[in-house]
């Protein structure tokens, strides 16, 4: 099984008691992914709100959502 790691980095926070979130890109490296992050949050919008960068690590050819969900109205 193929065990390479990638890094996502998004940018996500409440907007009027929702979830306003933006998939920023999918980078081969975390350095890469912090690089992105520097050249983002010069931009508007996103320099509003510079504490909201999230890098998560994947590795591919894994299922990262083990569990169902369930919709709440």
């Known amino acids: 099984m193929d065990t390479t790691t990638v890094w996502v980095l ?3 926070y ?7 979130s933006k998939l920023i ?3 081969s490296s975390v350095k890469l992914a912090n690089d992105a992050r ?3 949050i010069e931009l508007p919008g996103f320099r509003e709100h ?3 960068f ?6 591919l050819n894994e299922d990262h959502w083990r569990e169902g969900f369930v919709t709440f109205r």
């Open 10 to 12: 998004w940018h996500s």
């Open 54 to 59: 999230v890098i998560d690590r994947y590795v």
């Open 50 to 52: 510079p504490q909201d």
């Open 25 to 27: 890109g999918v980078y």
């Open 14 to 20: 409440d907007l009027d008691g929702k979830d306003e």
């Open 38 to 40: 520097d050249r983002m």
